[in-house]
């Protein structure tokens, strides 16, 4: 069983401070996603990576930059949260080598921007 | 642009009966399609896919119908159980990095 851990699963911060959550998984898997989730929108792509220090942006990218130096962990870094940040995000590695769209999610992190 | 949207936002079935949830699909070059189910407070969990290449996938008391034609896809679950109450995303995949999900369907499960 794929092991995705996110942290923090909750944060509450305010507009224009920096937030980083992390993504952590256990099983060596070389693609990793992030997505926000919000209501009526369904899952959206933010950014994502093929390989350490290989990434590229997803649909709804601006506003956020990713990092991975090592392949267990991709970070998400908002520079400067705003109120349109406000979301639950998950991190998902894709479990196919094909990237079929077989995605393994981890619990979701809440983050609230004030 | 691309889109994936459902029929209905919500699903009400009887515990017992079979649940049918549809969804409506736009890119024609899409090559996998796939079903999540999402608990509440939980991530999407894969339950199961469909290459553009096959027309009906069985798996454990679900199966995946894919209609090219009229570019559709639904998702029958037999015998639904309590358990199976759920939010349920289609999503569309081109084989790339790029997978688009739908909006969700919320099955609701009657005892």
């Known amino acids: 069983d794929a092991g995705i851990t996110q942290s923090p699963r909750h944060k509450v911060t305010e507009t224009g401070t920096p937030v980083t959550l992390r993504c952590h998984q256990t099983?060596?898997?070389?693609?990793m996603y992030w997505y926000r989730q919000d209501p009526g929108h369904g899952l959206r792509l933010i950014h994502y990576s093929y390989g350490v220090k290989d990434t590229d942006k997803g649909e709804v990218s601006d506003g956020y930059s990713v990092s991975r130096s090592k392949t267990e962990d991709f970070l998400l870094t908002l520079e400067s949260a705003t109120s349109s940040q406000t979301s639950v995000y998950f991190c998902?590695?894709?479990?196919?080598?094909?990237?079929?769209?077989?995605?393994?999610f981890g619990e979701g992190s809440r983050l609230t921007v004030l | 642009g691309e889109s994936v949207g459902l029929h209905l936002p919500t699903l009400s079935v009887q515990e017992g009966d079979n649940s049918i949830i549809n969804c409506a699909y736009s890119n024609s070059a899409s090559d996998y399609f796939i079903w999540y189910k999402q608990e509440s407070g939980k991530g999407p969990q894969f339950i199961i896919d469909?290459?553009?290449?096959?027309d009906k996938r069985q798996g454990q008391r679900v199966t995946v119908l894919l209609n090219k034609t009229v570019k559709h896809l639904s998702l029958q679950i037999a015998a639904t159980q309590p358990g199976d109450s759920a939010v349920y995303f289609c999503a569309e995949n081109t084989g790339g990095f790029k997978t688009i999900f739908g909006a969700g369907t919320r099955l609701f499960v009657k005892a």
């Open positions: 469909i290459r553009s290449n096959m």
């Open positions: 998902a590695i894709s479990l196919s080598v094909l990237n079929t769209g077989e995605l393994f």
């Open positions: 099983e060596n898997h070389r693609y």
